[in-house]
Every structure is written in C-alpha cells, then in structure tokens.
C-alpha cells in the first residue's frame, strides 16, 4: 500500500520560511517523479514544483519561481519542499504526489497523493 506523508506545515509570518517533507513507502521511490501541489480554500489545486525520478531540472509554478526550492533524498524516500520569501497568497493545502518516472504539469497525471499539510502565512 502506497503512502505519503507529509509533515513540517505550520504558521509562519510573511517573509519567513517553511520546509515540508513527505516520506513515501509502498513504492520504490526512485522509479517515481515527485510533485507539490497546493489548494487554497475557493481555488484550483495548483502544482508549485515537481521533480523527475533522476532529479534534474525541476518545474516550478511562476509564482514560486526564485522562492521555493524542490529536492529529493532517494535514500530516505523523501521529497522537501523549501519554502522561502512566503506571503500570505502561498496559504494552503500542501500534498505531495507522486507519478512514475517522470513528472507532468497536469496535476490529475498524479497517482499516489499524501493527506496534505497545512501551511498559514500572515501577513
């Protein structure tokens, strides 16, 4: 059974930072593309960064560009989400999600989701 857990959400003041982390089991982690998706109450879930299998580039939305920094350790199968330079627009629901091999923009391209993370930023 495939799961992802994400932790490290929480409140934080506008222009302060927040790393989240999801650790997976179930699947073999190297084989799969990870993506960050957020949902705002009122909005579309939004993919803010995802990474392939092997690393490499990685996509970010624009409104995270220069701010928010993906990574992935495969040995602990687990996908960071650094979040920097937060304003109160980045407020959401963070999931991690992950689809095999490489990753997509489509955020519905995503199999395996975790239950999500809070994350609040006053402003």
């Known amino acids: 059974q495939v799961q992802l857990v994400e932790s490290g959400g929480g409140l934080v003041q506008a222009g302060g930072s927040l790393r989240v982390s999801c650790a997976a089991s179930?699947?073999?982690?190297?084989?799969?593309?990870m993506g960050w998706v957020r949902q705002a109450p009122g909005k579309e879930r939004e993919l803010v960064a995802a990474m392939n299998w092997s690393g490499g580039r990685p996509y970010y939305a624009d409104s995270v560009k220069g701010r928010f920094t993906i990574s992935r350790d495969n040995a602990k199968n687990t996908v960071y989400l650094q979040m920097n330079r937060l304003v109160p627009e980045d407020t959401a629901v963070y999931y991690c999600a992950a689809r095999y091999y490489n990753l997509d923009t489509q955020v519905s391209q995503y199999r395996y989701w975790g239950q999500g993370t809070q994350v609040t930023v006053s402003s």
């Open positions: 179930g699947l073999t982690f190297s084989n799969y593309a």
